[in-house]
């Protein structure tokens, strides 16, 4: 909505967002304040959609001004993480500012949520206003954790080389998955009681040492798709769409063989993958050079996008799956 994606802030530092965000009661909600959303319908909030204050001001944040974003896990769904991203200017006041160090258009908005009760932030103690306390404001409102809510989105923050962090949100029909990545894990995944789905088995490169690692990690396997699924195995995801549809309405992560291997053995080094010839070959080992190409990789996404990717190809990030309260 507006708030920058794909930015450099300065040359050491990079970020990327985009987000596509569904969400009809939180439409309602934000319209009936007088908010207008252009490149809006029906709760369809997307990169594009631009926020009109009824004064007629535009919600829009300078570069040097976004240089950090509220990550979408902060949150427990991405209804609660595009309120805050509304209010960006609260999430990133440290130290306090007085009141005229704020934009017209946040001055104004927060005026709107205070008039309607939504938040209750003390004009003459601005010094006070803090993450915690609007976040306090708003959790409290039933639509923070509708299950009608749509998501999808993709953040990332890196500083001089180093990945801060990564994140893949995606949230449909009452389930959510997060997937983010700040470093390599020092150990290796437990897939223990895990339910494992392989698509395409005609596509694995060894079927029968995929089945026996997943049996000697004490995970599941499943011949079919199910709510109950924790991981999805296919080799080929782009001609596999209608297979993996279930993917997609219930939140499962994909993940590649080798992605998958990587993620419950650890990233095995590829030796092929570089030069021996190369000056620094011979100080690190072949694990630590993997990681190593894997590592710019992740940081190009910290300004080009393409986490899923990774995730889905080299099995990295920390996954995290809810499911709807029955």
Known sequence: MKIRSDFVTNS???????????NMELYNMLTGLGLNFEGAEKGHFTNNTEIVLPSGNRIEWAEQECDWLPAPSDYPNATGWILCMLLFEI???WPAKKLEDYSDEAIELFHLLNDKGITHLDFDRVESWNRDAIWNDLKNFVF???DECEAEAEFGNGFEGEVCCLEHLSAKNGYSLTIAFRDFADEPVSIENQNIAIMREELCEDLEELHRLIQEHHGNIQTEITPDTDYIICNNINNSKDILKPADDWCIPVISEQGFI???TGIQASADDYDEDDDEYDDYDDEDM?????????FECTYDGGFKYMFY???????????PQK
């Open 290 to 298: 993997y990681d190593s190409e894997i590592y710019e990789e992740l």
């Open 262 to 264: 990587n993620r419950i």
């Open 144 to 146: 923070i954790g509708n």
């Open 91 to 93: 999430e990133c006041v």
């Open 12 to 22: 050491s530092s990079s970020s990327f967002l985009v987000f596509d965000v569904k």
């Open 313 to 323: 190809e080299h099995g990295v990030g920390d996954v995290v799956r809810t499911k």
